[in-house]
T-cell receptor, first 115, second 117 residues
Framework: KAGVTQTPRYLIKTRGQQVTLSCSPISGHRSVSWYQQTPGQGLQFLFEYFSETQRNKGNFPGRFSGRQFSNSRSEMNVSTLELGDSALYLC??????????????FGPGTRLTVL | AQTVTQSQPEMSVQEAETVTLSCTYDTSESDYYLFWYKQPPSRQMILVIRQEAYKQQNATENRFSVNFQKAAKSFSLKISDSQLGDAAMYFCAYRSGGGTNAGKSTFGDGTTLTVKP
């Protein structure tokens, strides 16, 4: 099986712009979670989607949003980019929505740089 | 809110030796899961080992084992016979098991492990 794929791998944007990142989970996986990784804040949970529904979200402003399509692919969008949004954005998929012990398989990440 | 603390930003070990990485967590939940992930320089996050909180037996995966002390809320990772390929950043993670937080994950700040030949 192909692993989790994320596109694009690298992205450079300027402040005020918006960006959309894409994540394709492993075939058959229905749960997709997004994380932000920065040197200062570490790994932080953004949100989790299962069967096109957001089941949980972290403590991020409303500028961060996401969605999941019927084929389980997910996108996250960040509007009005700020310098602090520069980070590695990781996507992870798992086979079912639960139990949470199910292993999460991570993608390679999208490196977003905001200038 | 759940918190995860890794008190060792950096650790080093001699090849073939044993090293233990520390992790403590705080939660009021009774249903949860704990994980150790490895992130090498490639940034690809890889699951090392997981522990269900309701299981008393410590999880083991080949050279990797955990010491799960539920009452103390401690979850340390022991790497035996360390290999050069074990060099990476290691993250301890907590994942809620039920209720409104089900599936929500909290990560520690990570421990950078260096393996010396």
């Amino acid at each position: 099986k192909a692993g989790v794929t994320q596109t694009p791998r690298y992205l450079i944007k300027t402040r005020g712009q918006q960006v959309t990142l894409s994540c394709s989970p492993i075939s058959g996986h229905r749960s997709v979670s997004w994380y932000q990784q920065t040197p200062g804040q570490g790994l932080q949970f953004l949100f989790e989607y299962f069967s096109e529904t957001q089941r949980n979200k972290g403590n991020f402003p409303g500028r961060f949003s996401g969605r999941q399509f019927s084929n389980s692919r997910s996108e996250m969008n960040v509007s009005t980019l700020e310098l602090g949004d520069s980070a590695l954005y990781l996507c992870a998929s798992s086979s079912t929505g639960g139990p949470p012990a199910n292993e999460q398989f991570f993608g390679p990440g999208t490196r977003l740089t905001v200038l | 809110a759940q918190t995860v603390t890794q008190s060792q930003p950096e650790m080093s070990v001699q090849e073939a030796e044993t090293v233990t990485l520390s992790c403590t967590y705080d939660t009021s939940e009774s249903d949860y899961y704990l994980f150790w992930y490895k992130q090498p320089p490639s940034r690809q996050m890889i699951l090392v080992i997981r522990q269900e909180a309701y299981k008393q037996q410590n999880a083991t995966e080949n050279r990797f084992s955990v010491n799960f002390q539920k009452a103390a809320k401690s979850f340390s990772l022991k790497i035996s016979d360390s290999q050069l390929g074990d060099a990476a950043m290691y993250f301890c993670a907590y994942r809620s098991g039920g209720g409104t937080n089900a599936g929500k994950s909290t990560f520690g700040d990570g421990t950078t492990l260096t393996v010396k030949p």
